[in-house]
């Protein structure tokens, strides 16, 4: 299986902050990279598909890079509704797999 | 827009098979794009994917779940269905069903819809 292992496990941020989320793959996944938002009690959104693609009606706030093993989650300025759980996910090679999240808290 | 709806009991007893079904609704389950498939959530931890399936029966799932886990599709009712066998604590998680893009390369690729998710706890 692919490891996906993100960094940092928890950040304290502000609003209007500029947050970065990495996530590593324990090989190349090429661009097959995948972000999502969870919040408690809620149904896990796509933010970013293919390690840059904006899903849509994601605010633009919210954009991907990188490719290989590394890879970035950035959010421009950090809104009230934009704290919660960040994952990555690896769509490389079955089975999918995810990393263990990055909690974004006041 | 699709939306998917997971309904199930919330209580499996230990060795029992645990049954989920997803509903989806605003379009049909027999697309060429898209699988459908299950993701959960054990209380504290991450998400874990378990499989996908598309509509002509072709799945993938997860080897650590492989032999206990069956997928089905019912066109007919708009439905997808998760059976989980021989269950214990461990598979004690909220469940999500959640459609995946994809499908015309052949492996489910980003999860763009999701349910709400279900709690099943594992008791007896």
């Known amino acids: 299986d692919i490891q996906m292992t993100q960094s940092p496990s928890s950040l304290s941020a502000s609003v209007g902050d500029r947050v970065t989320i990495t996530c590593r793959s324990s090989q190349s996944i090429t661009r097959y990279l995948n972000w999502y938002q969870h919040k408690v009690g809620k149904a896990p959104k796509l933010l970013i598909y293919?390690?840059?693609g904006l899903q849509s009606g994601v605010p633009s706030r919210f954009s991907g890079s990188g490719s290989g093993t590394d890879f970035t989650l950035s959010i421009s300025s950090l809104q009230p509704e934009d704290f919660a759980t960040y994952y990555c996910q690896q769509s490389y090679d079955t089975p999918l797999t995810f990393g263990g999240g990055t909690k974004v808290e006041i | 827009q699709q939306q998917l709806q997971e309904s199930g009991p919330g209580l499996v007893k230990p060795s029992e098979t645990l049954s989920l079904t997803c509903n989806v609704s605003g379009g049909s389950i027999i697309s060429n794009n898209y699988y459908w498939g299950w993701v959960r959530q054990p209380p504290g931890k991450g998400l874990e994917w378990i499989g996908s399936i598309y509509h002509s029966g072709t799945s993938h799932s997860n080897p650590s779940l492989k032999s206990r886990v069956t997928m089905l599709i019912d066109a007919s009712k708009n439905h997808f269905f998760l059976r989980l066998s021989s269950v214990t604590a461990a598979d004690t998680a909220v469940y999500y069903c959640?459609?995946?893009?994809?499908?015309?390369?052949?492996?489910?690729?980003?999860?763009?819809?999701w349910g709400h998710g279900t709690t099943v706890t594992v008791s007896s």
């Open positions: 293919g390690a840059s």
């Open positions: 959640a459609r995946a893009t994809g499908a015309t390369s052949g492996f489910p690729d980003a999860l763009d819809v």
